[in-house]
Nanobody, 119 residues
Framework: QLQLIESGGGLVEAGGSLRLSCVAS????????VAWFRQRPGKERDWIAA????????YYADSVKGRFTISRDNAKNTVYLQMNSLKPEDTAVYYC????????????WGQGTQVTVSS
């Protein structure tokens, strides 16, 4: 059973940066595409970024395009989300999701990490 653990969240000022990590255990992460989702207060969980199994292809929601970068190191069983130019509206719990196929949202989830951006 694949297990995912996110880390790297915290409190940052607007304009700052954070890098989230999603480390997998109990399986080989390179067998899965991986996505990042976030859930802002009072909102549904939204997809924001994804990468294919090799990391060759990446995809972003418009809300984060140009500011966030998803990457992976399969040798370390880890996927990253580099977040730059953070805004208060990026405040959310961030989740990673490992899935098979082309549709994020199925498969395995981490427990989430809180990101808070102060204005």
């Amino acid at each position: 059973q694949l297990q995912l653990i996110e880390s790297g969240g915290g409190l940052v000022e607007a304009g700052g940066s954070l890098r989230l990590s999603c480390v997998a255990s109990g399986g080989v992460l390179s067998s899965y595409a991986v996505a990042w989702f976030r859930q802002r207060p009072g909102k549904e969980r939204d997809w924001i970024a994804a990468t294919d199994r090799s990391g060759s292809n990446t995809y972003y929601a418009d809300s984060v395009k140009g500011r966030f970068t998803i990457s992976r190191d399969n040798a370390k069983n880890t996927v990253y989300l580099q977040m730059n130019s953070l805004k208060p509206e990026d405040t959310a719990v961030y989740y990673c999701n490992a899935y098979v196929g082309i549709t994020p949202g199925r498969g395995y989830w981490g427990q989430g990490t809180q990101v808070t951006v102060s204005s």
